[in-house]
């Protein structure tokens, strides 16, 4: 069973300073990995998809890599601002016949001050 | 394209009462998925669909929820009688077979249990 855990649990930082959420996941048999953001009250927005065969991928001020031998994926986001604050998931699909389901890490609440 | 799409947004009901969730997917996914949330156990995976069949319903609670999906763009998820401890926040996601498996999440129904 695939278990994903996200570190730290919350984070508050000021505004302009770069920061890394980090994704750890127990199987390393992963068809992909996403990184979701959500708001209070709302749903889960995709920033980021990376297939089992990429390194990294950029959207913005976003970047996330994937280490699928060690189990780990980073989300770096550049020059935060107070409008990144929000709670950011990971989830990761495996291979196999359960290609359709999601596991899903707790997310970290990131909280940016101005 | 409207994205994934729930009703109602909020649903506040009596212990024992039937309830009923609305979900349509976006227009050629081929996936339909029900998760819960809450604040103690986080994101759970209740069901999911790949064209209309129901794949793994290991995350249903008990034999008071049930889910259908009659055709590609309708599902329900329903809870009968519901209680208290069913409060929480149902989301419904969509994905396409495609080359990604990218999930996309819809807005979330709020349900409260008095």
């Known amino acids: 069973k695939q278990e994903v855990t996200q570190i730290p649990a919350a984070l508050s930082v000021p505004e302009g300073e770069n920061l890394v959420l980090n994704c750890s996941f127990t199987d390393s048999a992963i068809y992909n990995l996403q990184w979701f953001r959500q708001d209070p009250g709302k749903g889960l927005t995709s920033l980021l998809l990376?297939?089992?065969?990429?390194r990294e991928q950029t959207s913005g001020r976003l970047n996330a890599s994937l280490d699928k031998s060690s189990g780990r994926s980073t989300l770096y986001i550049a020059a935060s601002q107070p409008g990144d604050s929000a709670t950011y998931l990971c989830?990761?699909?495996?291979?196999?016949?359960?290609?359709?389901?999601?596991?899903f890490g707790r997310g970290t609440q990131l909280t940016v001050w101005p | 394209d409207a994205g994934v799409i729930q009703s109602p947004r909020h649903e506040v009901t009596e212990m024992g009462q039937e309830v009923t969730l609305r979900c349509k997917p976006i227009s050629g996914h081929d996936y339909l998925f029900w998760y819960r949330q809450t604040m103690m156990r986080g994101l759970e995976l209740l069901i999911y669909?790949?064209?209309?069949?129901?794949?793994?319903d290991s995350g249903m609670p008990e034999d008071r929820f049930s889910a259908k999906m009659p055709n590609a763009s309708f599902s329900t998820l329903k809870i009968q009688p519901s209680e208290p401890r069913d409060s929480a926040v149902y989301f419904c996601a969509s994905q396409h077979r495609g080359t990604t498996y990218e999930q996309y999440f819809g807005p979330g129904t709020r349900l409260t249990v008095t």
């Open positions: 990376i297939q089992s065969s990429q």
């Open positions: 669909f790949n064209n209309n069949v129901p794949i793994d």
């Open positions: 989830a990761v699909k495996n291979r196999g016949s359960t290609l359709g389901r999601l596991y």
